[in-house]
C-alpha cells in the first residue's frame, strides 16, 4: 500500500489565511482521505466505528481537517487520534486513561 504524505507537515496545518486550508485538504489531503476509506472499505458506513492513528502531531492536525471537512464521522464512524496519546494510554503507572475514548 502506498503511504501517501498527509500535507500536514512542515507547518501547513497551522496555515489558514484565505483559502490555504481548503487547497491543502483537495490537493494533498483528498489522496490521503481516499486511502483512509480505502482501509475502511468493508465497513463504510457509520454503523461501525473506526479509528485513525495519526503518526506525528502534524498528521494529527491535518487528519483531524479531513475528517472534518468532509463530515467523516457522521457518514462514516471514522475518528483519529496520535500515537503518543496511545502509547500513554499503554504506560503501566498512569492511574486515569489519558484517553477519553469519544468520538470527536
Not at 8 to 34: C, E, H, Q, Y
Not at 40 to 69: M, T, W
Request: hydrophobic content about 40%; overall charge neutral; some cysteine.
Amino acid at each position: 500500500m502506498h503511504n501517501y504524505c498527509c500535507g500536514g507537515g512542515s507547518g501547513l496545518t497551522v496555515m489558514s489565511p484565505n483559502n490555504f486550508a481548503d487547497w491543502r485538504i483537495s490537493v494533498a489531503g483528498r489522496m490521503n482521505f481516499k486511502q483512509i476509506l480505502d482501509a475502511f472499505a468493508d465497513q463504510p458506513g457509520p454503523e461501525v466505528k473506526k479509528y485513525v492513528c495519526a503518526p506525528c502531531s502534524n498528521c494529527k492536525g491535518q487528519i483531524r481537517d479531513i475528517l472534518q471537512y468532509y463530515n467523516a464521522l457522521e457518514r462514516s464512524g471514522i475518528t483519529y487520534g496520535g500515537l503518543v496519546e496511545l502509547i500513554v494510554n499503554a504506560m503501566v503507572d498512569v492511574q486515569e486513561p489519558f484517553i477519553k475514548w469519544e468520538m470527536h
